[in-house]
T-cell receptor
Framework: EDQVTQSPEALRLQEGESSSLNCSYTVSGLRGLFWYRQDPGKGPEFLFTLYSAGEEKEKERLKATLTKKESFLHITAPKPEDSATYLCAVITQGGSEKLVFGKGTKLTVNP | DAGVIQSPRHEVTEMGQEVTLRCKPISGHNSLFWYRQTMMRGLELLIYFNNNVPIDDSGMPEDRFSAKMPNASFSTLKIQPSEPRDSAVYFC?????????????FGAGTRLSVL
């Protein structure tokens, strides 16, 4: 069974304190890995897709990386507005469009 | 584009009542997904459609749940009869299948409370 595990469950940072979130996956064959951001009371918002090991994507203070077993979301010099839950999901080989989500990391950035 | 539109945003009902959730996907998208989010289980896929045809309904919890997509711009998720354990946030998402990107865009969700 395909599984996605995110760690830590919750992370508190001071403004400007860089850190990383982890997403490890066990799948039959990876077709793509997705990062979403979810704010309270809202739906997940797409951030990045990674397709192959070694690939990196950046957006403002966020950088996502991918290996054969895990992905990291690096947050550089975070600001309070980066506070949110970050969700990781995978789509596997074959024709299915099904996304399997991890339970997320709740990030709080204090000013 | 207005994005994925879900209604209602909040629904409070009593056990045993029928509940219908609605979704309008992004125009031009050909795949539509229904998810349920709870603290315990996170975000789980219930069912998805491609070109209005149900493709994978393995996540539908039981026969009390049903989903339809009568046309490319509208879908419903129905629970009949509803139970307190159905209380959750239900999300609809849509994507364009083609070109290999498979990016799903989510609506704001419907928060369902069954008393």
């Amino acid at each position: 069974e395909d599984q996605v595990t995110q760690s830590p469950e919750a992370l508190r940072l001071q403004e400007g304190e860089s850190s990383s979130l982890n997403c490890s996956y066990t799948v039959s064959g990876l077709r793509g890995l997705f990062w979403y951001r979810q704010d309270p009371g809202k739906g997940p918002e797409f951030l990045f897709t990674l397709y192959s090991a070694g690939e990196e994507k950046e957006k403002e203070r966020l950088k996502a990386t991918l290996t054969k077993k895990e992905s990291f979301l690096h947050i550089t010099a975070p600001k309070p507005e980066d506070s949110a839950t970050y969700l990781c999901a995978v789509i596997t080989q074959g024709g299915s469009e099904k996304l399997v989500f991890g339970k997320g990391t709740k990030l709080t950035v204090n000013p | 584009d207005a994005g994925v539109i879900q209604s209602p945003r909040h629904e409070v009902t009593e056990m045993g009542q029928e509940v219908t959730l609605r979704c309008k996907p992004i125009s031009g998208h050909n795949s539509l997904f229904w998810y349920r989010q709870t603290m315990m289980r996170g975000l789980e896929l219930l069912i998805y459609f491609n070109n209005n045809v149900p493709i994978d309904d393995s996540g539908m919890p039981e026969d009390r749940f049903s989903a339809k997509m009568p046309n490319a711009s509208f879908s419903t998720l129905k629970i009949q009869p509803s139970e307190p354990r159905d209380s959750a946030v239900y999300f609809c998402a849509s994507s364009f299948r083609g070109g290999g990107r498979n990016i799903q865009y989510f609506g704001a969700g419907t928060r369902l409370s069954v008393l």
